[in-house]
């Protein structure tokens, strides 16, 4: 929409806003870009066949913990920006608070592990592909919810894309932490933090383009 042609609907009159409106494309966005990053993943990549078991596990539920909890914080922020004149500042400090307990975490794990397995711990086995899958699975997501936040008014395109990508990328770590064999916390502090920033750059670098009004 141009800015003339909202200010000639402004004139003419009362302009009812339905209620939880952004709430509610935003879910169904989500919704969907889930829906196809899970269908996604089970076709390219597979559930880890030990799921079962490494649902067990305390650190399975930290990686998830973490991802989930980017990508919250995204969703946050993305509620935030598709208004006019919305700031995600202290949105973007409570990022600060898992990746500080993840680090923390790692921190301690190498110190009562022997230097021979440090470098194990914080690479895996799949450090190399890790920041790209994440990237990837995190790609319908990132169109699902560019095509809600054009329906809505978002005024700082930059940022508002950043917030898109902080969401697509912290969902997307959730649909890889199914597949993803890995479960130290030095790989997930390093690696899954990567594969979620990746997106949240090209959204930043992209949002004033494909987010133009």
């Not at 009812?16 to 990053?37: D, Y």
């Not at 921190?107 to 592990?113: D, N, Q, S, T």
């Amino acid at each position: 929409m141009k800015t003339d042609d909202l200010i000639l609907m402004l004139a003419q009159g009362d302009v009812a806003v339905p209620r939880h409106v952004v709430a509610k494309r935003l879910s169904i966005a989500l919704g969907i870009g889930l829906f196809v990053s899970f269908g996604l993943m089970l076709a390219a990549l597979g559930l880890r066949p030990d799921l079962e078991s490494a649902s067990m596990l305390p650190m399975f539920w930290v990686k998830l913990a973490f991802a989930f909890s980017m990508g919250t914080i995204g969703l946050i922020a993305v509620k935030k920006v598709a208004r006019p004149e919305g700031t995600i500042n202290r949105t973007l400090w409570a990022m600060a608070f898992p990746i500080g307990l993840i680090w923390l975490l790692s921190l301690i794990l190498v110190a009562y592990e022997p230097s021979s397995q440090r470098w194990h711990m914080l690479l895996g086995e799949t450090w190399y592909e890790c920041p790209l899958l994440i990237t990837m699975l995190s790609a319908p997501i990132f169109i699902a919810l560019l095509w809600a936040m054009r329906s809505l008014a978002p005024t700082q395109l930059g940022l508002a894309g950043a917030a898109v990508g902080l969401m697509s990328g912290g969902w997307g770590a959730v649909v890889y932490s199914l597949h993803c064999p890995e479960m130290g916390a030095p790989f997930i502090g390093t690696w899954y933090l990567l594969g979620i920033l990746i997106p949240t750059v090209l959204g930043a670098l992209l949002g004033e383009t494909l987010l133009r009004w």
